[in-house]
């Protein structure tokens, strides 16, 4: 087990790298100048050429990539080109409400979406299964922000349970902090409830049709024994790869509903950023959802070895 998990994680290294590196060229080679930026509309072509040499932007490619690269493993993503802020700080500001947004939808999706998939699958052809792929259709198909303006209109303008927009940090007290992101969270885990669901009733069939289940069954043991031991521990693998990917793309995928919400994480960040071309801020961004993606999956495959032995070895 111990050689498997080295290997994976010496895989991660050269992706890293080609990441790293497509995020630096995607900016270099994008319309605009930084340095006409920050001169202003008034300057000189001799201020923006100062400004350019002094940020290195004069210097050839490999080399403001090599110094670029060597900033961030000393965890240095430059300065925002407009409130000269570091980087590092901004995310790190920012990177709490986003976190508690996918805890609160993922706490949601998963202890909905996996039983409605294996009743689902356990069920098959009733109208229960019906409404579960129903269900799951629905959730893919509709927008986010179709689900979000529906909650809010129902849950907040007409009921007035929970706020519209806003977000309040947790030293204001545990129900005014989730009081303000329950609603978002719902709004977010529809689509991951649909996603959870349908991979485990896809699963599940698959897994209830082995012989090993029938031989189960012909033990004379419980239903509920069968499916939630037998067949749901086997299929296993693809559920807890829907549900890693899942959490990635909650963290990485938050832009709509921060941005409906008015939630200050990484997705608005994000957004301001691109509307403003602050460079050095797109990037880092770009960078930590690539990383926060690629130690997910990392994680997923480590935790197929203590699902399934045969992967051990």
Not at 5 to 10: A, E, G, N, T, Y
Not at 89 to 101: C, D, N, S, V
């Amino acid at each position: 087990m111990l050689r498997y998990i080295i290997k994976r994680i010496v895989a991660v290294i050269p992706v890293v790298s080609v990441v790293a590196l497509f995020v630096f060229s995607l900016l270099y080679f994008s319309p605009g100048d930084p340095a006409a930026m920050l001169a202003g509309d008034n300057a000189s072509a001799e201020d923006i050429d100062r400004i350019r040499e002094s940020i290195g932007l004069n210097q050839e490619f490999f080399v403001q990539f090599g110094h670029w690269a060597l900033n961030v493993l000393q965890g240095d993503f430059g300065r925002s080109l407009f409130s000269n802020t570091p980087v590092s700080a901004l995310i790190l500001e920012r990177m709490g409400p986003t976190l508690a947004l996918a805890w609160v939808t993922m706490a949601i999706a998963i202890p909905i979406g996996i039983p409605l998939g294996v009743v689902a699958a356990w069920r098959y052809g009733t109208w229960i299964d019906r409404l579960v792929s129903f269900m799951a259709v629905a959730g893919f198909s509709v927008p986010v922000f179709v689900f979000a303006y529906c909650l809010i209109y129902l849950l907040s303008i007409h009921l007035a349970w929970f706020p519209v927009q806003g977000y309040v940090e947790p030293s204001a007290g545990l129900w005014p902090f989730l009081r303000h992101l329950i609603l978002p969270g719902v709004t977010l885990s529809l689509l991951y409830v649909a996603m959870i669901a349908r991979m485990t009733r896809t699963t599940m069939l698959e897994t209830l049709k082995q012989d090993y289940i029938r031989t189960a069954r012909s033990k004379g043991l419980r239903e509920s024994r069968v499916v939630m031991k037998h067949a749901l521990r086997n299929a296993s693998v693809p559920i807890v790869t829907t549900v890693g990917l899942g959490v990635a793309l909650v963290i990485t995928g938050v832009v709509v509903t921060e941005s409906v919400f008015a939630i200050p994480g990484l997705g608005r960040l994000t957004v301001d950023a691109i509307l403003r071309r602050d460079y050095p801020v797109i990037q880092g961004m770009i960078l930590v959802f690539s990383l926060t993606y690629m130690l997910i999956n990392l994680l997923i495959d480590i935790s197929y070895t203590f699902l399934d032995p045969r992967i051990r070895y």
